[in-house]
T-cell receptor, first 112, second 111 residues
């Protein structure tokens, strides 16, 4: 069965370190998204991609970057981790326009 | 831009009670509308969807009707169970492929 997987599921890192969260989907979807989930804010879009070599900033993109070198993967990099980036991160993918998105299980990141 | 507003929680109900979670949206054109559910410690799962006006999405006893005249997509269930305890998110997808989410409503169902 097709799926979308995130790794690691849990990560603790120190302030200032570079961190990369992986997202891999086997749906062959063109569209991939990164969200963060925080109490009181719901889900906020960080970055998204509509295809290989395409990346776009979402509403909370400062301090994050993504690259899309193939259809399956959209890694999220925190250039210099900050305590404000402690959150749960979700990756999602979708196919055709206006279709539903499928979500990974999430990565809980703690920056100490 | 597109936006979704859903009722703030938390919502606490007794088993077999009727559930309504309100959701209204602002969007240009004709978006698709969704309800997602998140169980503790898990990712979001699609609960139901509707792609055009007057469509009714349904799944697991939950229903929502796409009302363009009131720009609403309220979630309802006639008789909730303890296992329905979760966080529910209303979302829309408009002209771009991006999903826009409401802030979520936490539901707790007591036996």
């Amino acid at each position: 069965d097709a799926e979308i997987t995130q790794s690691p599921r849990h990560k603790i890192t120190e302030t200032g370190r570079q961190v990369t969260l992986a997202c891999h989907q086997t749906w062959n979807h063109n569209n991939m998204f990164w969200y963060r989930q925080d109490l009181g804010h719901g889900l906020r879009l960080i970055h998204y991609s509509y295809g290989v070599h395409d990346t776009n900033k979402g509403e909370v993109s400062d301090g994050y970057s993504v690259s899309r070198s193939n259809t399956e993967d959209l890694p999220l990099t925190l250039e210099s981790a900050a305590s404000s980036q402690t959150s749960v991160y979700f990756c999602a993918s979708s196919g055709i326009q206006k279709a539903e998105a499928f979500f990974g299980q999430g990565t809980r990141l703690t920056v100490v | 831009g597109n936006s979704v507003t859903q009722m703030e929680g938390p919502v606490t109900l007794s088993e077999e009670a009727f559930l309504t979670i309100n959701c209204t949206y602002t969007a240009t054109g004709y978006p698709s509308l969704f309800w997602y559910v998140q169980y503790p410690g898990e990712g979001l799962q699609l609960l139901l969807k509707a792609t055009k006006a007057d469509d009714k999405g349904s799944n697991k006893g939950f229903e929502a009707t796409y009302r363009k005249e009131t720009t609403s997509f309220h979630l309802e269930k006639g008789s909730v169970q303890v296992s329905d305890s979760a966080v529910y998110f209303c979302a829309l997808s408009g002209g771009s492929e991006k999903l826009v989410f409401g802030k979520g409503t936490k539901l707790t169902v007591n036996p």
